[in-house]
Every structure is written in C-alpha cells, then in structure tokens.
C-alpha cells in the first residue's frame, strides 16, 4: 500500500486556521523552521538566540495571523514576510534600520581575500560583515530561495537595487573567503 | 554550465541555504508557546450574532406596544391588512431574523 503523500500547506494551513488543528501547525512549524531560522540567523549577523527567539515569534504571529493567509503567495513567502517584519520591529528598538549608509559594515570588520576559508561558519561570519541590505537580499534570494521580483516586493526595495545588493554581496563574500571566479 | 554554476560563491551560498537548520526541539518550543487562548473558536462568531439577535428580539418583544403580538402581525401581513402595531413587530422580527442571516452568510463566505 503507498504511503499517503504529505499534505500541501494550503491544506495545513486550512485545517490549522479553520479548525484550530495544532497537529496540522506543527507540521507546518517543522516544514519551514529551517527556512526561517537560517533568514533570521542571517539578518541577526549570526546569533543564534536571536534569531530562534524572533523565529519563534514569527510562528505565533503567522498562528494567531493564519485567517489572513489568502493564499494569493506561497505559505513560505507569507512567512519570510512575517519573519522580515518581526526583524524590523527588533532593529527599530536598536535604532537600526535597512539603509545602506548606516548598515555598512565597517571595513576593518573584513578579514581581506588572504583568508582561505570555505566552511558554513566562516560563510556565516562573512554574510555578518556585510550591508544590512545587502544581508536581507542574500537571505531572501537563498535563505528564503525568493526570485529577485519576490524579494524587492518583500523588502520594499526596487527590483534594480536588489541586483546590485547581490552582485555586491557576492562579491564581498568573494573577496572575504578568498573564492575567485573560474 | 552558467556562469553561475561555476561561481565558488555562488555554490556556497546555494549549498550552505541547502543544508538547512537542524530542528533541536525548536518545533516542540514552538508549539509549546502556542496562545491557548487565541485558537480559532468557530462558534464563537455565530453564537455572538445569534445571541444579539435573540436579546435584540426580545428587547423588541418586551417594548413593543401593549396588545401587539407578532403572531397576530404574520396573520395580519398575510391578509394584506396593513401595517398595524403587530404587522410592524413581525416585520422587526423578520428584518432582525434576515439581519442575522446575512451576517452569518457573509461569515461562512
């Protein structure tokens, strides 16, 4: 006998919103944790506890928020919003904000392209040193696998600047892990 | 092969978001921390509307004046006797009863 193919989000999403059926949640909990931990993780500059803590509460949000899905974009996008706002709402009480100028890392925070390092830390640290805004285009165009067009809806950003925060990103990235283009 | 393909940055990015984040009970955290309060209550709304509706009825009902009844009202439309005191209390009702109807349609829509 075939095992039953696993239920779509929207119909999750249904039976979580219309009947308040937790178990339909969790799996919907355990299907995007991974996605929104690494964006938040990104965005927190790689700590951790923050970003759990704001995953966590993007969950509650979307749970108390579920009616409001209208299924219009996928359940992961919605969700990526939700964890964007919820990192904004932080970074105000930080005073900090998406802009460029005042996101730009510092340049001595670059450890410089000697550095021969490729693990999953060191690209972590190396996303860390980047723009705020060139940070949020990298998780939302890998973290949160959005088109370009998804991510400058989701960011409020034109679909130009987006471009130009990954090419730039990708190119700090390049220079910090001492990767070089073939 | 693309460009991209062949980009070591590229590759990492796309093999580092791959691999995920192992879940370590952040899911149980999660459900844990779930509102019990704010669960979805789907007879909380109908029994709202219906229960307005019933005291709005009543309050009616009760103020209406004296010697009206909104049986004799239905009998009363029904002949095509006019819009006495009774017609106009069954004519309430009937407006509160479609009121009611509405909303909860409009609810489930």
């Known amino acids: ?182 | 092969m693309t460009l991209d393909d062949r980009d070591p940055i590229e590759a990492l990015l796309r093999a580092d978001a791959g691999a995920g984040v192992p879940d370590g009970g952040f899911s149980q955290r999660v459900m844990r921390a779930l509102p019990a309060a704010s669960r979805p209550r789907a007879w909380l709304r109908p029994a709202l509307v219906t229960g307005s509706g019933a005291v709005g009825a009543l309050l009616a009902w009760l103020l209406a004046p004296a010697g009206t009844s909104v049986v004799q009202g239905f009998v009363d439309l029904a002949r095509a006797q006019g819009l006495t005191p009774s017609a106009w209390a069954a004519l309430g009702l009937a407006m509160g009863m479609a009121a009611v109807a509405a909303v909860l349609l409009a609810d489930e829509a």
């Open chain 1, 1 to 182: 006998m075939p095992a039953r193919p696993e239920p779509a989000d929207t119909e999750l999403v249904l039976a979580a919103a219309a009947h308040g059926d937790t178990g339909a949640f969790a799996r919907l909990v355990e299907r995007h944790q991974s996605m929104v931990r690494a964006v938040l993780r990104r965005m927190a500059k790689g700590d951790h506890a923050l970003a759990d803590d704001l995953a966590q509460e993007t969950f509650l949000l979307a749970w108390r928020n579920l009616a409001a899905f209208r299924h219009d974009a996928r359940f992961s996008t919605w969700l990526y919003r939700i964890a964007l706002n919820a990192w904004l709402s932080h970074s105000r009480k930080r005073r900090e904000s998406l802009q460029d100028d005042l996101g730009e890392a510092p340049a001595q925070a670059c450890p410089g392209p000697a550095v021969p390092l490729a693990d999953r830390l060191d690209l972590e640290r190396a996303i860390a040193t980047l723009s705020d805004g060139e940070r949020a285009a990298i998780a939302a165009c890998y973290y949160a696998d959005l088109s370009h067009e998804e991510a400058a809806a989701a960011l409020g950003m034109p679909l130009g600047t987006v471009k130009t925060h990954i090419l730039r990103a990708k190119a700090k990235l390049r220079a910090r892990l001492g990767k070089e283009e073939p």
